[in-house]
């Protein structure tokens, strides 16, 4: 456990990050690769946390998909510039929303009561730096067995279904990303589909994104900073 540092204090001045952007360098062409990665990144993580979370709320429709998925993809991307214009850490959705559902938080107000306590927990910051950080695993478990019980949803009459889905589940955790785990699951359905004859069977989109996916992971590969420089390509660059 770290050092007792007391409960309360007052917050720490955000004037030192807040605003603090480097504007011409988006000008070199270097940064585009940069931004294309972390793009998808944020996309396809908010994307698999909304769909996961939604199921267990039972908010999708009859099939499978989330009504009015682009309101809720707009108000994370707009939650996303502008906590990386005051200096936060990523302001998006998390997985860890479910323990909420699982409560039966089921609406708008039960952001809303978060986003004031995260507030309130601002002056407890000393208190919080106490607690070490693997004290959040107990949570994290519950929260993943709560996300498994969608496995028994899965088609296992059909190798080209159930393969890239466990694939998908694995991915996540040994690659700590949603996103990785998303990109091999497209990666896998694509490719498993055109080996078994059933390539017709794959909808244009996911064709597309496995492509995209592809070329990201080649990219990073690629560009590579050396031994002890960067993390392996399959984890993100």
């Not at 309360?8 to 000008?27: C, N, R, S, Y």
């Not at 009459?157 to 990109?183: C, H, K, Q």
Request: with cysteine; glycine share 10%; proline share 6%.
């Amino acid at each position: 456990m770290s050092e007792f540092k007391g409960v309360a204090d007052l917050p720490p001045d955000p004037g030192t990050v807040m605003f603090q952007l480097q504007i011409p360098d988006l000008l070199n062409l270097a940064i585009v690769g940069i931004v294309f990665a972390f793009l998808f990144t944020d996309l396809f993580d908010t994307t698999g946390t909304l769909i996961g979370v939604a199921h267990r709320a039972g908010l999708l429709d009859k099939d499978g998909k989330l009504p009015r998925l682009q309101r809720a993809l707009v108000a994370d991307s707009t939650a996303t510039v502008i906590g990386a214009a005051a200096g936060t850490s990523p302001v998006t959705c998390y997985i860890e929303s479910a323990s909420g559902v699982r409560a039966g938080g089921r609406t708008g107000l039960t952001a809303v009561v978060v986003a004031i306590l995260f507030l309130l927990a601002l002056f407890l910051s000393p208190l919080a730096d106490t607690i070490p950080a693997y004290a959040t695993a107990p949570a994290l478990l519950f929260v993943a067995c709560l996300m498994a019980q969608g496995i028994t949803e899965v088609d296992w009459e059909d190798v080209t279904e159930y393969v890239p889905a466990v694939v998908l589940a694995m991915t996540m955790p040994f690659t700590f990303s949603i996103t990785d785990g998303l990109a091999f699951g497209f990666i896998t359905y694509a490719a498993i589909k055109l080996l078994s004859g059933r390539f017709g069977e794959a909808k244009p989109a996911v064709l597309v994104l496995a492509a995209l996916f592809i070329a990201k992971y080649a990219w990073l590969g690629l560009n590579k900073k050396g031994p002890g420089k960067s993390r392996p390509f399959f984890l993100g660059g």
